[in-house]
């Protein structure tokens, strides 16, 4: 499975980021795609997922300023990220919990995360 993450930038406090990121391989039984942001000195956290069925979370800090969608059909998830705070900045990563399909076929499914490389997103105040 490769993740391509595309979209980080810099951007004043108060302006907008999308974030979009493209998976591809084997990635027929996705189950979860998500956004994690890691800020310089502190470790990963979640954003926003998106589960299968279209259940959807976000953290804390996202709520009613970014915005997660996800497309079946292209095998995308992006994130919409307004009134942006210099706390916001992160390096973002694209994520996503699959089950191989040979897991499947060999009737012992098992569930594997992938990460995407990673795009800085900067908010300066």
């Known amino acids: 499975v490769q993740l391509q993450a595309s979209g980080g930038g810099s951007v004043q406090a108060g302006g907008s980021l999308r974030l979009s990121c493209a998976a591809s391989?084997?990635?027929?039984?996705?189950?979860?795609m998500a956004w994690y942001r890691q800020a310089p000195g502190k470790q990963r956290e979640l954003v926003a997922n998106i589960k299968r069925g279209d259940s959807i979370n976000y953290a804390e800090a996202a709520k009613g300023r970014f915005t997660i969608s996800g497309d079946n059909v292209k095998n995308t998830v992006s994130l919409q990220m307004n009134s942006l705070k210099s706390e916001d900045t992160a390096v973002y990563y694209c994520?996503?919990?699959?089950?191989?399909?040979?897991?499947?076929?060999?009737?012992?499914?098992?569930?594997?995360?992938?990460w995407g490389q990673g795009t800085l997103v900067t908010v300066s105040s």
């Open positions: 391989g084997d990635i027929s039984h996705i189950k979860v």
């Open positions: 994520s996503v919990i699959v089950i191989p399909v040979q897991s499947i076929l060999s009737n012992r499914p098992y569930e594997r995360t992938y």
